[in-house]
């Protein structure tokens, strides 16, 4: 299972490189910095937590407008990993640890019309919408009802 989860996980990561020509320098640069921060923060995240769990963006859901907003993608797209941490920090960390580490083995963001969360088959997808709000405690209460 880790082999199929893997490719997901490499395409959803490598597709822009194989698109970097038609993609601008903003949209370039932008991408790189926030796979520089996932990394950071998934790191940090499989240490707490004792897991091994992958990340990624899914940059083929992002228009080309979005790299031209204020709004920071790294950002809206940590609010997973940030909320595994703290449940995996909290009282309650061990059950957290064994029902995060059991369910979640890849986690990946996108951009769409509407903020929502889905586990499927140990890949977590967060959509992120710019102006929401709320987004933390909205994916810390999903991961409450659905770990």
């Not at 520089?36 to 963006?57: D, L, P, R, W, Y």
């Not at 969360?117 to 709320?134: P, Q, V």
Request: aromatic residues 10%; contains cysteine; charged residues 25%.
């Amino acid at each position: 299972m880790r082999r199929p989860l893997a490719l997901l996980v490499a395409t959803a990561i490598l597709v822009p490189s194989v698109f970097a020509e038609a993609q601008s320098l903003r949209a370039r640069q932008k991408h790189i910095k926030a796979e520089e921060q996932q990394a950071e923060k998934i790191s940090s995240v499989n240490k707490t937590c004792g897991t091994e769990i992958e990340a990624g963006f899914d940059w083929d859901t992002f228009p080309d407008e979005v790299f031209k907003t204020k709004y920071s993608i790294p950002l809206y797209c940590e609010h997973p990993l940030e909320a595994m941490r703290n449940l995996c920090r909290s009282n309650d960390g061990d059950l957290a640890k064994e029902a995060i580490s059991s369910k979640v083995s890849a986690v990946i963001c996108q951009y769409g019309e509407e903020r929502q969360m889905a586990l499927d088959e140990g890949t977590m997808r967060y959509t992120i919408h710019f102006g929401t709000r709320n987004d933390y405690r909205y994916v810390y209460e999903w991961l409450l009802d659905n770990l």
